[in-house]
C-alpha cells in the first residue's frame, strides 16, 4: 500500500545541496533511477527535476529502512529522510557526487511497473514509444532540461518586454475564419448550428485593433493554429512571441527585437552575437544563397555562370538559358576528394528540389567532371577565375530554364553540403535581417496575385504608384530575422490606410463586398483613426530548438503531435459521442477508414 507524505517537507531538490548541508537531517522526494543491493548496504539513486543523488541504507540504519530499500525498484517514487554525509567514494560524474543521504527513514509513496524504455540522458528508443508514454519520456534529464530552458526563456521574454513598455494582453483562441492563408481549425457552435469559430492562425488581426485601440506597445506569447502539413520544425498549434508597436516605423521594430535577442543569448548561452545584424535584401539573399533564410555559419555561395555556360556545347545549359533560366554553381573546398558516389548522392538530393539533374568539375592538374567534355580550356580558367575555385575544390552546378529552381535547389543544397563536410561550428550563431521583399507573389493556379506575408503589409512608399501599373515589383516594408538558416521570425509595417488597405484587397482578387464581408471590423475600425504601427512574431518552440542545438521541434513542446497531427499518448484526434453531434447540429459523414488502424500506422511512421 502506498505511503503518504505526512509529517515529511522535502527540504530541497538534490542538486539544490551544498556543503554547508554536511551533517545535517534533510528530507528528499523524487524517483528511484536505479537500486544496487549489496547485502548489508543497499545504494539507491535518487532523481528528481534538477538532478541525482545517491541514498545509502547500512547496518546503522533501521531495519525497517533495510528491509523497505530492498523492495525498491526502478521509477518507485520515494521519500528519503537522513543525515548528509561525505561519500567514501566520490563520483566526480555527477554534480552531487561528493555527498550521500544516509537513510534514517523511507517511505514508498508509489511503486511502478517496468517503464517501456530506460529514463535516462541520450536514450536510443523509437520516437513513436516516446510520444506514446511522453510523461515518462519528460522524466528524462534531457528533456527537463530543455523544460526548464524553454521556461528561463519564456519568463526572460515577459520580463524584457514589461520592462519596455509593453502591455501583456492576451486575444481570443476563438474568431471568425478569415482567408489569410494556412488552412483553420475550426469549432462548430452550438448556439449558432452551422456556423463555426476559427482557432487563430496568429493575433494578427487583433494585434492591430489594439493598436488602434490605443494600447500602443503589445506582447503576448501567445497560442496558434495552422492546419497544415508537418514537418521537423512545424506543429498543428505552436507558440510565438508576438509584438506590435503604434507610431512606429521599421527600424523602430527591428532595433527592439535585435536589442531582445542580443539580450536573451547573452543570458541564456553567456555569449551575443555579433552587432548590429547583417542585413541582405530578399533579392540579395535568393541571388547569393539560393534562400531567404541562409545560414550564414559557412560560405558557399552561389555563383551565376549563365554567360560563360553560354559559351559551352552543352545542350542541358542551353536548354536552360533559351528558356529563360540560369546555370549557377557552388565551390566545395576541398571537395575533389569527394567519390563519385557522394557526388551522386548529391545529385539526387537536388532532384527532390524539381532539379533535373547535377553537373560537377573538379580542377586538378588533369580535370575530373561529368560534363568535362564540354568544357575547353579557355572554360575551365573562366570558371576558375569567375568562382574562385582552386585545385582540390569541386564545382557543383545546377541549370534549369525556372530560376527559381536553380536557386532552391543550390539553396539547399549548399546547406547539406555544409551540414555533411563539418563547414561550420554548431555552437556558433549567425543571425541576420532579411528585408524589402516582394509585396505580392503570382499565383499560378489562382490566376491571380497572392499576399507573399498576409494582406495587411504596407509597401515601401516609393512603391506605392507601382500597384496601378506593375504590382509584381512592389517591395513591402516586411522584414524577417533568420537564424543559423531558420526563419526565427517575421513581421511588417501594417496598412493603417482604409483605401490602401482596400486597394491591397482588390489586388488579392477580394470584390469590395468580399472584403467586407471578410474584414468588416477592421475595415470599420480603420474609419476612426488608425496610428501607423507594425510588429513581429518569433516562433518561441524553434527559438527554443536553435538555442538548445536540436533540429527537431517535437523536442521542446511538452506534448508535441506527430506528422498526422495525432496525439499518440492520448490518442486523440478521437471520436465523440452521437448526443454531442446533435447538440451542435453535425451529421458525419465516415469514409469509411478504420480510424484506430491510422492511428497505429501513425506511430509506425515515427
Same mark, same amino acid.
Given at each position: 500500500m502506498a505511503e503518504t507524505i505526512q509529517g515529511l517537507k522535502r527540504s530541497c531538490r538534490a542538486a539544490e545541496l551544498s556543503e554547508t548541508m554536511l551533517g545535517q537531517e534533510l528530507t528528499l522526494m523524487g524517483w528511484c533511477q536505479k537500486q544496487r543491493d549489496l547485502g548489508g548496504l543497499i545504494f539507491i539513486t535518487l532523481r528528481d527535476r534538477s538532478g541525482l543523488l545517491q541514498l545509502v541504507a547500512d547496518d546503522d540504519s533501521p531495519a525497517e529502512v533495510r528491509e523497505k530499500a530492498a523492495r525498491v525498484r526502478s521509477e518507485y517514487v520515494l521519500a528519503a529522510r537522513g543525515v548528509l554525509r561525505l561519500r567514501e567514494a566520490p563520483n566526480p560524474e555527477m554534480p552531487t557526487g561528493l555527498w550521500e543521504l544516509h537513510l534514517q527513514e523511507l517511505r514508498i509513496l508509489s511503486e511502478a511497473k517496468t517503464p517501456p524504455f530506460y529514463i535516462e540522458e541520450g536514450v536510443e528508443v523509437k520516437e513513436s514509444l516516446r510520444l506514446q508514454h511522453r510523461y515518462l519520456d519528460l522524466r528524462r534529464p534531457d528533456m527537463q532540461a530543455v523544460i526548464k530552458l524553454r521556461s528561463d526563456v519564456s519568463n526572460f521574454t515577459r520580463h524584457f518586454f514589461e520592462d519596455e513598455g509593453f502591455l501583456d494582453i492576451e486575444t481570443p483562441m476563438m474568431g471568425k475564419s478569415t482567408p489569410e492563408g494556412a488552412r483553420d481549425y475550426l469549432v462548430p457552435s452550438r448556439v449558432f448550428q452551422g456556423r463555426f469559430f476559427a482557432l487563430p492562425q496568429s493575433p494578427q488581426l487583433y494585434k492591430q485593433l489594439l493598436m488602434t485601440a490605443g494600447c500602443d506597445r503589445y506582447f503576448q506569447i501567445a497560442r496558434c493554429f495552422r492546419d497544415e502539413d508537418l514537418r521537423a520544425d512545424r506543429q498543428p498549434e505552436f507558440s510565438q512571441i508576438d509584438i506590435e508597436m503604434s507610431f512606429v516605423d521599421r527600424e523602430d521594430v527591428m532595433t527592439m527585437v535585435e536589442t531582445y535577442l542580443v539580450e536573451l543569448l547573452?543570458?541564456?548561452?553567456?555569449?551575443?552575437?555579433? !552587432?548590429?545584424?547583417? /542585413?541582405?535584401?530578399? /533579392?540579395?539573399?535568393?541571388?547569393?544563397?539560393?534562400?531567404?533564410?541562409?545560414?550564414?555559419?559557412? #560560405? &558557399?555561395?552561389?555563383?551565376?555562370?549563365?554567360?560563360?555556360?553560354?559559351?559551352?556545347?552543352?545542350?542541358?545549359?542551353?536548354?536552360?538559358?533559351?528558356?529563360?533560366?540560369?546555370? *549557377?554553381?557552388?565551390?566545395?573546398?576541398?571537395?575533389?576528394?569527394?567519390? *563519385?558516389?557522394?557526388?551522386? %548522392?548529391?545529385? !539526387?538530393?537536388? %532532384?527532390?528540389?524539381?532539379? %533535373? #539533374? +547535377?553537373?560537377?568539375?573538379?580542377?586538378?592538374?588533369?580535370? /575530373?567532371?561529368?560534363? +568535362?567534355?564540354?568544357?575547353?580550356?579557355?572554360? /575551365?580558367?573562366?570558371?576558375?577565375?569567375?568562382?574562385?575555385?582552386? !585545385? #582540390?575544390?569541386?564545382? &557543383?552546378?545546377?541549370?534549369?530554364?525556372?530560376? *527559381?529552381?536553380?536557386?532552391?535547389?543550390?539553396?539547399?543544397? *549548399?546547406? !547539406?553540403?555544409a551540414a555533411k563536410r563539418g563547414l561550420f561550428d554548431p555552437a556558433t550563431d549567425k543571425l541576420l535581417w532579411v528585408t524589402d521583399f516582394p509585396l505580392l507573389e503570382w499565383d499560378e493556379d489562382a490566376g491571380r496575385y497572392s499576399a507573399m506575408h498576409h494582406p495587411f503589409t504596407m509597401p515601401m512608399d516609393e512603391d506605392i504608384p507601382l500597384l496601378d501599373t506593375d504590382p509584381g515589383q512592389v517591395r513591402a516594408k516586411a522584414y524577417d530575422i533568420v537564424m543559423n538558416g531558420y526563419e526565427l521570425g517575421g513581421g511588417s509595417i501594417r496598412i493603417h490606410d482604409r483605401d490602401l488597405q482596400n486597394r491591397m484587397f482588390g489586388l488579392l482578387g477580394f470584390t469590395e463586398e468580399a472584403a467586407y464581408a471578410n474584414f468588416s471590423f477592421l475595415l470599420d475600425a480603420f474609419s476612426y483613426g488608425v496610428p501607423p504601427h507594425g510588429g513581429l512574431a518569433i516562433g518561441l518552440d524553434r527559438l527554443i530548438m536553435l538555442l538548445a542545438g536540436l533540429d527537431n521541434i517535437r523536442e521542446v513542446i511538452a506534448f508535441p503531435k506527430v506528422q498526422t497531427s495525432a496525439d499518440l499518448m492520448t490518442q486523440a484526434p478521437g471520436e465523440v459521442s452521437r448526443k454531442q453531434l446533435d447538440e451542435l447540429g453535425l451529421l458525419i459523414e465516415t469514409s469509411g477508414t478504420d480510424q484506430d488502424a491510422s492511428m497505429e500506422a501513425a506511430k509506425e511512421n515515427e
Open positions: 547573452r543570458k541564456i548561452k553567456g555569449q551575443a552575437p555579433d !552587432e548590429p545584424f547583417l /542585413r541582405l535584401t530578399w /533579392r540579395e539573399a535568393m541571388e547569393r544563397y539560393g534562400s531567404d533564410k541562409p545560414d550564414l555559419r559557412f #560560405g &558557399l555561395e552561389l555563383c551565376d555562370i549563365s554567360d560563360l555556360a553560354a559559351a559551352m556545347d552543352f545542350q542541358v545549359f542551353a536548354q536552360a538559358l533559351a528558356g529563360g533560366g540560369s546555370v *549557377r554553381l557552388i565551390t566545395v573546398p576541398g571537395g575533389g576528394s569527394m567519390t *563519385r558516389k557522394e557526388i551522386d %548522392k548529391l545529385g !539526387e538530393f537536388v %532532384k527532390t528540389y524539381k532539379a %533535373k #539533374g +547535377l553537373a560537377w568539375l573538379a580542377p586538378a592538374q588533369e580535370w /575530373r567532371g561529368s560534363i +568535362l567534355k564540354f568544357v575547353g580550356s579557355e572554360s /575551365r580558367d573562366a570558371l576558375l577565375e569567375r568562382s574562385g575555385a582552386a !585545385e #582540390g575544390d569541386l564545382l &557543383l552546378i545546377v541549370a534549369d530554364p525556372d530560376n *527559381r529552381v536553380v536557386l532552391d535547389a543550390l539553396g539547399h543544397l *549548399r546547406a !547539406e553540403v
